[in-house]
């Protein structure tokens, strides 16, 4: 058993996290992660006012506050949309500029005219003008690999004339603004010969705009992704990476967002238009549901360590107790130290794993609502799994059974682990005493 554990934790530490480290740092995925980070808070709160616009009672509600939030939103439905409709709405047309933004500064290109560029790309191909109007069909959740693709495109474009010093040379003694503002002639004159006509193309051979069509590419893909065994696979390589002490969520959840994001999108329409909610796998369904409390769902361990006999484990327990409620346990993944330790690898691996199974059996089964909307991943868990679901009560309920089992699954491994301690501190104490009697 202990060579098996050795070869896993060898493969861990001399195969894995190398290769994780390097995609963790690599430019164009560090870009893609910050600009879902910077669209953040449009999202959170259009995902706000489509759960204001949606109330959580049923239609024939007898209550007084309830007959009065029903009726207001039919009243002004329109007026309380409009912040979900700017924000949630138009999310791809935020991640197109942010994630360019990002890419640029990293080559220490300027960051606006990237984020210009891109920005001008993207409403090309996704919402051209028809009938004095532009569409806003490609602009929501339809649109964000597209997004993904002409950030990145057209920064590229930028860094390519930069490194050959391809565009106008103006004399020095023209403002610097003005400089910027000429050297995205190229980059533009470039994209209308590249992207534009391929837009036209598509549009008048197979009736497609290029988000349409790169959806449907991306569609099984996005329909893989949403499966309990694409959920499983995700989970373990998560916590495989944090098992050797690199910021598995950070990794895998950069390379989930566009996946999640385009899910909540789905869900949200579905909801707007009255459909069955189709969507589970989506960020607050980690969040909350997989691993409430952080990485490895550690609020179980976290209350066996407030208990224990062990000076150690009792401490980190009272530090972690906080920062674990908003789900932050690096307290506890370092301070334990969960990172590298054979006895708690095996709950470390499989308590979210149950998690994710109990979690999306309750989902598919209708017995918790759908995520529909998104919180803070610093919620606290049961209030951000009843935000996420629409307001569900029934979801604080399953939260707070999956923090019971995760605490069960932990004990005796904490045990364990607590037995080993409390050796060495007896051991350490004698010594000590040891000392002072010489």
Excluded at 197 to 220: C, D, K, R, T
Excluded at 395 to 403: G, N, P, S, W, Y
Excluded at 423 to 428: I, T
Aim: glycine share 6%; charged share 10%; hydrophobic share 55%.
């Amino acid at each position: 058993m202990s060579t098996l554990a050795d070869s896993l934790f060898g493969v861990i530490e001399n195969r894995i996290s190398p290769i994780a480290a390097r995609l963790s740092s690599q430019r164009h995925v560090v870009a893609i992660k910050d600009g879902f980070i910077a669209s953040m808070p449009f999202l959170i709160v259009g995902s706000f006012m489509l759960l204001f616009s949606h109330p959580p009672f049923s239609q024939d509600s007898q209550w007084g506050f309830a007959q009065w939030w029903l009726g207001m939103v039919k009243q002004y439905n329109d007026q309380l949309m409009m912040p979900y409709n700017m924000t949630m709405g138009i999310m791809a047309v935020f991640i197109t500029s942010a994630i360019a933004y990002n890419l640029a500064q990293s080559y220490k290109l300027n960051g606006l005219m990237a984020a210009l560029l891109s920005l001008m790309t993207f409403l090309v191909v996704a919402a051209p003008q028809k009938d004095g109007a532009l569409s806003v069909a490609s602009l929501g959740g339809e649109g964000i690999f597209t997004a993904i693709l002409i950030s990145l495109y057209c920064t590229e474009v930028m860094h390519w004339l930069v490194k050959f010093n391809i565009g106008f040379k103006l004399p020095e003694q023209v403002p610097p603004k003005i400089r910027q503002s000429f050297d995205l002639l190229i980059p533009i004159m470039v994209i209308f010969l590249t992207l534009y006509p391929l837009n036209l193309f598509m549009e008048s051979h197979f009736g497609l705009l290029i988000p349409q069509a790169i959806m449907s590419v991306f569609a099984p893909i996005i329909s893989a992704a949403d499966s309990l065994p694409a959920v499983l696979i995700a989970v373990l390589l998560c916590h495989l990476l944090w098992f050797a002490g690199i910021h598995g969520a950070a990794i895998v959840g950069g390379i989930l967002q566009a996946f999640w994001l385009s899910n909540l999108g789905l869900n949200q329409e579905a909801l707007n238009a009255g459909q069955e909610i189709p969507k589970i796998f989506i960020e607050p369904f980690w969040q909350f549901f997989i691993t409430v409390g952080g990485s490895g769902a550690t609020m179980g361990l976290v209350i066996l360590y407030l208990r224990s006999r062990s000076a150690h484990l009792r401490s980190i327990g009272r530090l972690g107790l906080v920062p674990s409620m908003f789900n932050i346990n690096e307290p506890i993944i370092f301070g334990s130290p969960v990172v590298m330790n054979p006895l708690l690898f095996i709950p470390f691996i499989t308590t979210p794993l149950i998690n994710a199974v109990i979690a999306w059996t309750a989902t598919r089964t209708n017995l918790v609502n759908h995520v529909i909307s998104l919180a803070p991943w610093t919620t606290p868990g049961p209030i951000g799994a009843a935000w996420s679901t629409g307001w569900d009560w029934r979801a604080v309920v399953l939260v707070a059974f999956l923090i019971c089992l995760s605490t069960l699954i932990y004990y005796p491994f904490f045990k364990m682990y607590e037995r080993q301690l409390l050796a060495q501190e007896e051991e350490m104490a004698h010594e000590k005493l040891a000392e002072e009697m010489k």
